[in-house]
C-alpha cells in the first residue's frame, strides 16, 4: 500500500577497476561464458532495491561450526573465521544470509565432479551457514582448506580460499566471493584470484591472521570483512 | 567513511555443496495467491553447448505487485537436528504464510533448469509507470567471475510496451527477455551467454 509512495535509494555502481570484466581469458572457462555484448544499463527500480530476508527460513544455528555435524573430528588444522558484513559507508548488513563451501583439509571437496585423487575426510562435508548478527557480525569454525590441481593450465593449483555468498539488504546487493590465505605461495599464480587489476582490491578478499579471533588452546583465527555496495546518496522520488 | 565494495568472485564447479540447502524450485505454497505458472529453460554458452554447472536464482513481486516485506520480525526458527545430507528443498519452507518471492535453482547436465511460481503484479517503476509483469535474475555459473544480471517477461503481456526496463534495450533484442508459451502452457526461457543470440544482461 505504502509502496508506491516509498521513497527510494539505489545502490552506487562498482568503483572501476574493482569489480571483474566478465572476459578475462587468463581463466580460461571465461571465454566462452562471458556475454559479448556490452551490459544494458539499468537505472534502479525497486526489483533490485529490494531482496529476499532469509530470518524465517530454517536457519540451522550450528551449522556455523563446519568441524561438527559428525561423531568424529575433521582432519586439518581448525581455524576460526570472522568479520563483518557491511556496505561502502560501513553500515552493518544486519541479520543476513552467509553461505559458505569448501575443500577439505587435502584440497578435496565433497562433490561428484571433484575427481582430485586426495583423500574425502569422512568427517567433513565442507558446507555451512549463519546470519550476521545486527551488526552485521558473523563467525564460522572450520578447517583450513587445502589447495588443489585444476585444469585451467599446466600445474594450475588454486590456492586455500573458502566460497562466501552474501545477500545484503537487496537484489542490487547479492554478492558471490572467495576468501584467501595470507602469505599464500600459489596467490601470485591464480588466475580468479588475479581478475582484476587493482592490487589494494584485490588483496582484500585476503584474510588478515588476526589474535583477537584467535582461540588459546583450539584454533588460529582470521579476520575477512565483506564489503556491498552502499546506497546511491540521493534519493528517487516515487 | 567509504570503504569499497568486495571483488566477486566466481561461484566455481562446486557451489552444490554450499547452496543447496536453499535451493527453492517452487515459490508457491502457504500464502502465495495467484496464477502459478511453471517456467523452464536451458542456459547455453558461446559455442551452443549447455551449462551443466550453473545457478538461477530469482526474485520478484507477488501477485499484487508487492515485494516481500524488508523488515519481517527476526525471530529464528532453529533446526534441533543438523542433518549434513538434507537438502534444501525440505528446509527451506517459509515458516509464515507470505509469498517469499525468491527462488534458487542448479542446473542439470543438459543445462536445463525449471521452477514453479506465482506471476507477479506490476510493481512502481522510478518514473511514476508501473513496470510490466517480470522476474530479476541472477546467473552464477564456473566462468563467471561475477553474477550476470537479467529478466524474465511474460508473452501475451500488453505492457510489456511501456515497461520501464524493455524500452532501454534495443527492439531487435527484446525478444531475449520475454519467456514463450509452450502447447501446454508452461513457460520457456533460455539464457545464451555469448553469440548471436545472446540474452540481454543488465549493468545492475
Same mark, same amino acid.
Given at each position: 500500500?505504502?509502496?508506491?509512495?516509498?521513497?527510494?535509494?539505489?545502490?552506487?555502481?562498482?568503483?572501476?577497476?574493482?569489480?571483474?570484466?566478465?572476459?578475462?581469458?587468463?581463466?580460461?572457462?571465461?571465454?566462452?561464458?562471458?556475454?559479448?555484448?556490452?551490459?544494458?544499463?539499468?537505472?534502479?527500480?525497486?526489483?533490485?532495491?529490494?531482496?529476499?530476508?532469509?530470518?524465517?527460513?530454517?536457519?540451522?544455528?550450528?551449522?556455523? &561450526?563446519?568441524?561438527?555435524?559428525? +561423531?568424529?573430528?575433521?582432519?586439518?588444522?581448525?581455524? !576460526?573465521?570472522?568479520?563483518?558484513?557491511?556496505?561502502?559507508?560501513?553500515?552493518?548488513? +544486519?541479520?543476513?544470509?552467509?553461505?559458505?563451501?569448501?575443500?577439505?583439509?587435502?584440497?578435496?571437496?565433497?562433490?561428484?565432479?571433484?575427481?582430485?585423487?586426495?583423500?574425502?575426510?569422512?568427517?567433513?562435508?565442507?558446507?555451512?551457514?549463519?546470519?550476521? &548478527?545486527?551488526?552485521?557480525?558473523?563467525?564460522?569454525?572450520?578447517?583450513?582448506?587445502?589447495?588443489?590441481?585444476?585444469?585451467?593450465?599446466?600445474?594450475?593449483?588454486?590456492?586455500?580460499?573458502?566460497?562466501?555468498?552474501?545477500?545484503?539488504?537487496?537484489?542490487?546487493?547479492?554478492?558471490?566471493?572467495?576468501?584467501?590465505?595470507?602469505?599464500?605461495?600459489?596467490?601470485?599464480? &591464480?588466475?580468479?584470484?588475479?581478475?582484476?587489476?587493482?592490487?589494494?582490491?584485490?588483496?582484500?578478499?585476503?584474510?588478515?591472521?588476526?589474535?583477537?579471533?584467535?582461540?588459546?588452546?583450539?584454533?588460529?583465527?582470521?579476520?575477512?570483512?565483506? !564489503?556491498?555496495?552502499?546506497? &546511491?546518496?540521493?534519493?528517487?522520488?516515487? | 567513511?567509504?570503504?569499497? $565494495?568486495?571483488?566477486?568472485?566466481?561461484?566455481?564447479?562446486?557451489?552444490?555443496?554450499?547452496? *543447496?540447502?536453499?535451493?527453492?524450485?517452487?515459490? @508457491?505454497?502457504?500464502? $502465495?495467491?495467484?496464477?502459478?505458472?511453471? =517456467?523452464?529453460?536451458?542456459?547455453?554458452?558461446?559455442?551452443?553447448?549447455?551449462?551443466?554447472?550453473?545457478?538461477?536464482? =530469482?526474485?520478484?513481486?507477488?501477485?499484487?505487485?508487492?515485494?516481500?516485506?524488508?523488515?519481517?520480525?527476526?525471530?529464528?526458527?532453529? =533446526?534441533?537436528?543438523?542433518?549434513?545430507?538434507?537438502?534444501?528443498?525440505?528446509?527451506?519452507?517459509?515458516?509464515?504464510?507470505?509469498?517469499?518471492?525468491?527462488?534458487?535453482?542448479?542446473?542439470? $547436465?543438459?543445462?536445463?533448469?525449471?521452477?514453479?511460481?506465482?506471476?507477479?503484479?506490476? *510493481?512502481?517503476?522510478?518514473?511514476? @509507470?508501473?513496470?510490466?509483469?517480470? =522476474? $530479476?535474475?541472477? %546467473? /552464477?555459473?564456473?566462468?563467471?567471475?561475477?553474477?550476470?544480471?537479467?529478466?524474465?517477461? /511474460?508473452?501475451?503481456?500488453?505492457?510489456?510496451?511501456?515497461?520501464? *526496463?524493455?524500452?532501454? %534495450?534495443?527492439?531487435?533484442?527484446?525478444? @531475449?527477455?520475454?519467456?514463450?508459451?509452450?502447447?501446454?502452457?508452461?513457460?520457456?526461457?533460455? %539464457?545464451?551467454?555469448?553469440?548471436?543470440?545472446?540474452?540481454? /544482461?543488465?549493468?545492475?
Amino acid at each position: 500500500m505504502m509502496q508506491a509512495m516509498a521513497k527510494f535509494r539505489g545502490y552506487r555502481r562498482a568503483e572501476p577497476g574493482t569489480q571483474p570484466e566478465y572476459l578475462h581469458p587468463p581463466y580460461v572457462s571465461s571465454i566462452k561464458r562471458a556475454p559479448s555484448k556490452p551490459l544494458v544499463y539499468l537505472p534502479y527500480t525497486l526489483s533490485e532495491v529490494t531482496g529476499p530476508s532469509f530470518d524465517s527460513f530454517a536457519i540451522d544455528v550450528k551449522a556455523s &561450526d563446519l568441524t561438527r555435524p559428525h +561423531a568424529g573430528e575433521p582432519l586439518g588444522e581448525r581455524i !576460526v573465521v570472522s568479520g563483518r558484513v557491511l556496505d561502502e559507508d560501513g553500515r552493518p548488513a +544486519a541479520h543476513t544470509l552467509i553461505e559458505v563451501w569448501q575443500a577439505n583439509a587435502a584440497g578435496r571437496y565433497r562433490h561428484n565432479v571433484d575427481q582430485h585423487n586426495a583423500p574425502l575426510d569422512p568427517n567433513f562435508e565442507g558446507s555451512g551457514h549463519t546470519l550476521t &548478527d545486527e551488526h552485521g557480525n558473523f563467525r564460522f569454525i572450520t578447517i583450513r582448506p587445502g589447495a588443489y590441481p585444476w585444469r585451467n593450465h599446466y600445474n594450475a593449483w588454486r590456492p586455500a580460499h573458502i566460497h562466501f555468498s552474501v545477500f545484503g539488504p537487496a537484489f542490487a546487493t547479492r554478492l558471490i566471493t572467495q576468501m584467501y590465505f595470507p602469505g599464500d605461495a600459489l596467490l601470485p599464480f &591464480d588466475p580468479i584470484f588475479n581478475c582484476i587489476a587493482d592490487e589494494k582490491a584485490r588483496n582484500r578478499l585476503i584474510s588478515i591472521f588476526d589474535w583477537e579471533t584467535t582461540v588459546c588452546q583450539q584454533a588460529l583465527g582470521y579476520r575477512f570483512d565483506i !564489503v556491498l555496495s552502499g546506497r &546511491d546518496s540521493t534519493p528517487w522520488e516515487k | 567513511m567509504s570503504l569499497q $565494495a568486495t571483488t566477486s568472485q566466481t561461484v566455481g564447479p562446486f557451489f552444490q555443496i554450499g547452496l *543447496a540447502r536453499f535451493y527453492v524450485d517452487d515459490l @508457491t505454497g502457504l500464502g $502465495a495467491s495467484g496464477e502459478a505458472i511453471e =517456467i523452464e529453460g536451458r542456459v547455453f554458452d558461446g559455442d551452443g553447448e549447455p551449462v551443466p554447472d550453473g545457478v538461477i536464482e =530469482i526474485w520478484q513481486a507477488d501477485a499484487q505487485g508487492k515485494y516481500a516485506p524488508q523488515e519481517s520480525s527476526r525471530e529464528l526458527e532453529s =533446526i534441533e537436528e543438523n542433518d549434513p545430507h538434507a537438502t534444501g528443498h525440505a528446509q527451506a519452507q517459509r515458516a509464515e504464510g507470505a509469498f517469499l518471492g525468491f527462488g534458487r535453482v542448479p542446473t542439470q $547436465a543438459d543445462g536445463s533448469f525449471r521452477f514453479k511460481t506465482i506471476k507477479p503484479g506490476r *510493481a512502481p517503476a522510478p518514473d511514476e @509507470t508501473l513496470q510490466a509483469p517480470h =522476474i $530479476a535474475v541472477s %546467473v /552464477f555459473t564456473r566462468g563467471l567471475l561475477r553474477r550476470l544480471v537479467t529478466r524474465i517477461y /511474460f508473452p501475451d503481456e500488453p505492457s510489456n510496451a511501456e515497461d520501464f *526496463a524493455l524500452k532501454l %534495450v534495443e527492439a531487435a533484442r527484446r525478444h @531475449t527477455l520475454i519467456a514463450k508459451k509452450l502447447r501446454d502452457g508452461r513457460l520457456e526461457w533460455n %539464457v545464451v551467454l555469448q553469440g548471436k543470440d545472446e540474452t540481454v /544482461f543488465f549493468d545492475c
